[in-house]
């Protein structure tokens, strides 16, 4: 099955998207080919809300049936939200990546298009994981 890569969102190497909200503030999640390489998730642990991150900070872990992996920012910022939705149906993230299966809402720390600019685009990230 092929993962979808959305266009309107930034990807980091280590597989998380991030949606700009237009406000400072972005959504972050794993990517569409992150859930399915760890296959079912069974448990996701979110960092605190109000909590200060630092870029490429680990803010909690992701369990599968397979594996867990550890979540990365790539951005720095406050943690806003997290989503407690995942507390009880970690399956989001498998059936809805870039929707129900967010995981964090963060205000910048620094201006969006400094915080962004070390991401990829729809097009690069389709690149990096076909390499």
Known sequence: MASEIRENVWYSD???WVLE?????????I?????????????VE???????????????TIESV???????????????AVNGELDTAPELVNEEPYDGGWMVH???KEDPNVAL???MDAKAYVEFIER
Do not use: M, N, W, Y
Request: proline letters at 3%; hydrophobic letters at 40%.
């Open 14 to 16: 280590e597989h998380e």
């Open 21 to 29: 909200l237009g406000d400072g503030t972005v959504k972050i999640g």
């Open 31 to 43: 990517s569409d080919v992150a859930q399915h390489r760890l296959g079912d998730i069974v448990f």
């Open 46 to 60: 979110l960092p605190d809300q109000g909590q200060e991150i630092e870029a490429q900070d680990g803010i909690g």
């Open 66 to 80: 397979k594996t867990v992996a550890d979540l990365f920012t790539p951005v720095s910022g406050t943690v806003l």
């Open 106 to 108: 963060i205000r910048l």
């Open 117 to 119: 600019a070390h991401l």
